[in-house]
């Protein structure tokens, strides 16, 4: 099930594309921290992925970090092995990172169903928004920018006028 | 002329690439009933050489043939815009040039 609104960020030590092992507690010194379930083989993903680039690179220096993990069975799902992901990332020029969850328990503990799928936590791990990162997967038809809102409020010391939206996207694949 | 629409549950990207298919077999007028299909399993999607979800097809060739020999797979299909961005559903344009 997926977690609720208010709800402390549940714990993870992942490796990430980089070669380092990334904690939740690394992103401690952040204001504002997004979770976001991702993968490589997604349409939906990669009609966004350009828009999380230009998020990490506006709010980056404000106290954002948006944080990218991909659960897909990659037994099932080559194209989202971990291999792949260091080499999309390195494409793609991510400015964020990326994380693995092979063994699919952090995405248990959060309960994503979605990629993308955005959990936005504020300064005391509260998560403060979920849902979409806007209200279109074409750049040019996006009317609400959900997450952008969210941040810019958090940043500003107040709670997102929206919490919750529906992720839409590709489902996340779970092992057999 | 034969269509068929093929598509899988886990992806939320076929009633968008039916209306699509719908609104451009109406423009052109052609009046044929399309066969629709929905895959259930890996070993269908391999039986059917399904590589995503939707995949059409008109008198068994698919609207985009670079894609079609991608892994049979239960997952969306990445479809390209002319400008090159992903999309997961087909562009009206290979719509039409598959009908024409």
Known sequence: MTIALATEAPPFDLPGVDGRQHTLEDYA??????????????????????????????????????????????????????????????????????????????????????????????????????????????????????????????????????????????????KP | MEIEFLFWEGCPSHPEARQLLDDVLADQGVDVEVTVREVFTQAEAEELRFPGSPTIRVDGRDVDPDGASARPALNCRIYHKADGRPSPVPTREQLEAALS
């Open chain 1, 29 to 174: 010194d952040e204001p504002v921290l997004a979770v976001v379930w991702s993968c490589n083989h997604c349409p939906y993903v990669q009609a966004w992925e350009g828009r999380m680039i230009e998020l990490q690179r506006e709010f980056g220096d404000r106290g954002f970090e948006l944080v990218a993990i991909s659960s897909n069975d990659a037994d099932a799902y080559p194209e989202d092995s971990f291999e792949q992901m260091k080499a999309r990332a390195a494409g793609q020029g991510f400015n964020f990172d990326y994380l693995y969850d092979g063994d699919q328990s952090v995405l248990e503990a959060y309960g994503a169903e979605r990629t993308p799928e955005v959990f936005l936590f504020d300064g005391d791990r509260r998560l403060v928004y979920h849902g979409a990162i806007d209200d279109s997967r074409e750049e040019d038809e996006v009317t609400q920018r959900y997450l952008r809102d969210a941040i810019e409020a958090v940043l500003a010391g107040e709670d997102p006028s929206v919490g919750d939206t529906p992720a839409v996207g590709c489902s996340v694949k779970r």
